[in-house]
């Protein structure tokens, strides 16, 4: 209920209003039934643009820390996240991570939308970054449609670090689905999941715009920031919301 209040009576129409976003490709969004809409993440506001522009309910793996905040904004921080269907995703790999794609495929078992940032983290520079492979274990082990889904010009609304948005058009973009039932009995195969995973990270880069880089957006921004890189392939992308 606080989900669609905010998104039809309140919240929604204010940044439609505000932002004037475009939106091209509604069509390729399945009317019923499962289907994984697999973006790319500009911004803490990627998670706020996509859901508005589908009529249907979006439900997102959120960065874990986010439900588990301390103090008055923490913990109202952590009750929005539950409040605006979106679910903890443990980042740091093994049982933990693979229990968040447990509830993602429990989403899809109900026949809803889930949103993914295949790429883990928000794009530290606006290019496109290595996905990470649990979004092509969900589609598989799954056996639901990837949406792909490109975000334009919401790292000019909100850069990273930045709280208080620019007012600025912003863009949508859903392309036509990709089917991977022919890897169907395949799911566990790592190669085919890094082809998979690889084949949806096309599709973001030619819908975008993006230049592709093949590293992932997690590694470069510990680099970045003068830290000894830490990579896991398996978790599914969930946002990182509003860290750096």
């Known amino acids: 209920m606080f989900y669609w209040i905010m998104k039809r009576i309140f919240l929604g129409p204010i940044l439609k209003l505000l932002f004037r976003p475009w939106v091209k490709g509604l069509d ?36 874990a820390e986010y439900f588990t905040g301390t103090g008055l904004k923490g913990r109202l921080t952590a009750l929005f996240f539950r409040l605006s269907n979106q679910l903890p995703m443990d980042r740091s790999g093994g049982a933990a991570s693979e229990q968040s794609l447990k509830a993602g495929m429990d989403v899809l078992a109900r026949g809803g939308l889930l949103g993914i940032y295949p790429e883990g983290t928000r794009s530290p520079d606006g290019r496109l970054y290595r996905g990470k492979a649990g979004v092509a274990k969900l589609a598989l082990k799954a056996g639901v449609p990837v949406i792909p889904v490109a975000m334009i010009g919401t790292d000019k609304v909100q850069p990273i670090g930045k709280r208080v948005p620019n007012i600025r058009r912003i863009g ?35 819908l975008s715009g993006q230049e592709y880089v093949d590293e992932y957006a997690a590694v470069v921004k510990q680099q970045l920031a003068g830290k000894a890189p830490e990579t896991n392939d398996g978790s599914a992308g969930g946002s990182d919301g509003n860290a750096a």
Request: glycine share 4%.
């Open 28 to 63: 390729n969004l399945p009317v019923e039934g499962p289907a994984i809409l697999a973006s790319n993440h500009l911004s803490f506001s990627d998670s706020i643009f996509l859901p508005l522009m589908v009529s249907r309910p979006v439900i997102f793996l959120a960065k």
């Open 172 to 206: 949508v973009i859903f392309g036509p689905a990709l089917d991977f039932s022919r890897c169907r009995g395949m799911e566990d195969d790592r190669v085919i999941q890094r082809s998979v995973t690889d084949e949806i990270m096309y599709e973001l880069m030619r």
